[in-house]
């Protein structure tokens, strides 16, 4: 969890910028050795050995059920959209092209899932509103704490803070919702989730903004007692 | 250049993510050390998103996992036999 990475992060700022250094590191390796894992799984299940498909999408099965609820924003719903997602995966895996990553494709064929159901729910009527919410001009600045100071981080550990987001999250407009799900939940850099969503990278960077400040507007009476991280080191991939 | 705090908070998402050049980095980095304000701004919104990547904030429904499993069992086990009967057909 990256609560941990922050207090690392406190040890100074020379020591911040080896320990970043270090953990991109290993964690390029890391994510190497798995794509590599992943590309003979798919290779072997292609090839015949079909029950290694459950080993195969065990480390998404998150993902997938996240990517579906974004769109749909039910969870039952959800929960039958990701089941199909996963089968049609299954089904499909032969259209997989190893140039793409397996994860981005999932993503895909998650999205769809969940935009087929939600069509079906709610029919046309969903497009125009969309429509509207870009289109509008809205408040996008971020509220003041002005009676912020610090506290530890344990501030971030209560409940009634997670709760707060889940909801925060659950009533963002769709269009924001998806992008944030995908690039805050899921960790997607930005060209995945152009990809995944059929969006332009810089449509996703103003949504990926719009969201995470109209969510720090909704938290902030949550968030006023909580520790300030220092500055620079929290860099993500972009 | 000197930056107001409106600006900075126009770039507080690309700030985060790392994904800005240096000039504009380093003025807004030398706005952040003299602005309570926005350090405020940024640090609450940078807890927003390490709270979302936590995952005991988005749980997944009890059995999920067994649920999806099960189903990808039995369309395995049906894709496997109806391999078997192709060839029977023909």
């Known amino acids: 969890m990256r609560v941990h990475r922050v207090n690392e992060a406190r040890k100074g700022p020379v020591g911040v910028e080896a320990w970043r250094r270090g953990i991109e590191g290993k964690f390029q390796a890391t994510m190497q050795a798995a794509a ?28 997938v059920y996240l990517t579906v609820l974004a769109v749909v924003k039910n969870e039952a719903d959800a929960e039958d959209g990701a089941q199909e997602a996963v089968i049609n995966a299954y089904r499909h895996l032969s259209s997989f092209r190893a140039e793409a990553k397996f994860s981005t494709w999932l993503t895909t064929i998650a999205i769809n899932e969940g935009r087929k159901r939600l ?15 870009e289109e509008g001009e809205g408040d996008y600045t971020p509220a ?3 009676d912020w100071r610090e506290v530890p981080l344990e501030a971030l550990e209560r409940k009634e803070l997670r709760q707060a987001l889940r909801k925060a999250v659950a009533d963002l407009p769709d269009i924001y919702r998806q992008v944030f799900t995908l690039r805050d939940l899921e960790e997607l850099d930005t060209e995945e989730t152009a990809a995944a969503l059929g ?13 995470r400040i109209l969510l720090q507007k909704q938290l902030v009476p949550f968030l006023k007692t909580a520790a300030p991280a220092r500055k620079g080191f929290f860099r993500r991939t972009p | 250049m000197k930056l107001d705090c409106k600006h900075v ?38 807890n927003i998103l390490i709270l979302t990547a ?19 069992k039995k369309e395995i086990r049906e894709s496997a036999s109806g391999e078997k009967k192709g060839p029977d057909k023909s």
Not at chain 1, 45 to 56: M, N, P, R, S, T
Not at chain 1, 199 to 211: D, E, N, P
Not at chain 2, 15 to 42: P, T, V
Request: hydrophobic share 35%; with cysteine; proline share 3%.
């Open chain 1, 36 to 63: 590599t894992k992943e590309a003979e799984l798919i290779a072997r299940i292609l090839a015949g050995e079909k029950e290694l498909f459950h080993e195969l999408i065990r480390p998404y099965e998150r993902m």
């Open chain 1, 119 to 133: 069509r079906r729910a709610k029919g046309a009527a969903e497009d125009s509103l969309e429509q509207k919410v």
């Open chain 1, 144 to 146: 003041p704490l002005t």
């Open chain 1, 199 to 211: 969006l332009s990278q810089g449509v996703v960077k103003v949504r990926l903004h719009r969201a």
């Open chain 2, 9 to 46: 908070w126009e770039y507080i998402s690309e700030y985060i993510d790392g994904s800005l050049g240096g000039k504009l980095r380093e003025d807004i980095e030398r706005h952040l050390e003299n602005c309570e304000i926005c350090s405020a701004i940024l640090d609450s919104t940078r």
């Open chain 2, 54 to 72: 936590d995952d005991r904030t988005f749980e997944l429904p009890v059995g999920y996992g067994e649920r999806m499993h099960e189903r990808l």
